[in-house]
């Protein structure tokens, strides 16, 4: 018969021995229990009877190890049992038990705060108002660079050890990406957002040359269908190996977005943006000289408070894209069922990618943008705005990509917490 001959001769697959096992939080829990009650030694042998020599020893610096994390351990076997029955963990809980577990370990509510970011946030406000002052600056202006991944089901599903191999069918790849950069100023307006999708360069280097020199990086006949989409959605769009910023980028963005302003020579403006390498090259810093732009890096480790961005505008659109993402995934399924056909899970095309990130961009309210620099006490700000939406794939939809075959198997969730990392919670 064709094809490859079959070997029956020779040793077969071993099985698999689960020698490398992660160690759940609940039998880290159960483990650190009985070295508080008997002992390291008793400890050992009662959870770990199996074990001789070295690997004894290493499991005795293993438990050493988790017990300087009984606190985070205790939190998440907290969050285990409470999803175990069914009840949902809200972001609320999970702020008020680290709390409780802060004081039982002897720290007082005042001690357990974000005291570094408060400072951080402090010496920025007053750097800023400061740059203010010393430039005459009237506006301020913040800009920065978020991935937006689509996702299909997930490639890889957390199961009890041995459960057989759960396939997912889909449209080609189990995620990609693209990266959006965003700005707005204090007043709350929004600007044209750049977008950088990922495209695979030529392998000639006049050839890549030539496409970054006249087309944003992308392909001759690539580009006839990306160039319509920046007229049609009000955007740039760039492409490269990494769908990520760089400096030939960021000088293209300074020169957009400032370089046709009629006070160009008489008035300097302030813009705010990430201690990212590619922000700040020779010649992005000399393109903002030039155009009289006074470049302030966000303070790294606090953009999470310090960035307007961060603190006020990316989840909310993160949440509308999330929300649209769905509602494809719903027609999908929905046409699918319509049709008697078989399901199969595709990406959204180029355009209706672009149009997704820029409707949600320019769907954020003005008092969404405003929220963020009210932050640094400069912007006046009567009342705050969250305008969030938090969006999660409804049980009926999981149920109809079960029933349309976009997972041929039930996915078991028993060990989806004790299959976290602890840096992950």
Known sequence: ?????????GPKKPPKKFRNVHVSFKKKQAVIDSFDEMGMAAALLKHFPHLR????DTTRKKI??????????????????MRKDGVPVTPQMIQIIPLETAIDVGLDECTFVARDGDAALATFSARVAQVVRDNDIDVIYNTDQTGVNYEYLPPKTLNARGDNTVWIKCGGKSKDRATAIVMADSTGKKYPL????????????????????LRQGFGKQLWKDVEPLQNRFQCRIYGNPTAWWN??????????????????ATKKVFLLWDDF???????????????????????????????????AWIRPMKSQLRKMWIDSIRRQVKNSKSQNSTFKLQAPKRPTLVQWITDAWFGLSEAIITNGFAEYK???QDEAVDETVETTVPADILSELVANSAVDDTIDPTDDIESTTNHEL
């Open 247 to 264: 400096s030939l980028i960021g000088v293209d963005f300074l020169r957009y977005h400032f370089a046709d302003r009629p006070d160009l």
């Open 53 to 56: 020599g070295p690997p004894l």
């Open 194 to 213: 750049f977008l950088v999708l990922k495209t695979p360069a030529s392998k000639m280097k006049a050839v890549v040359q030539k496409n970054l020199t």
């Open 277 to 311: 390498s590619a922000h700040f090259t020779d010649e992005v810093v000399a393109c903002a000289a030039e155009l009289n732009v006074v470049l302030e890096k966000i303070p790294p480790r606090f953009t999470w408070m310090c960035q307007p961005a961060d603190v």
């Open 64 to 81: 050493y190890t988790w017990l300087k994390q009984r606190a985070h351990i205790k939190i998440a076997v907290w969050v285990h049992s």
């Open 1 to 9: 018969p064709p094809g490859r001959p079959r070997l029956k001769e």
């Open 378 to 380: 400069i912007v006046h």
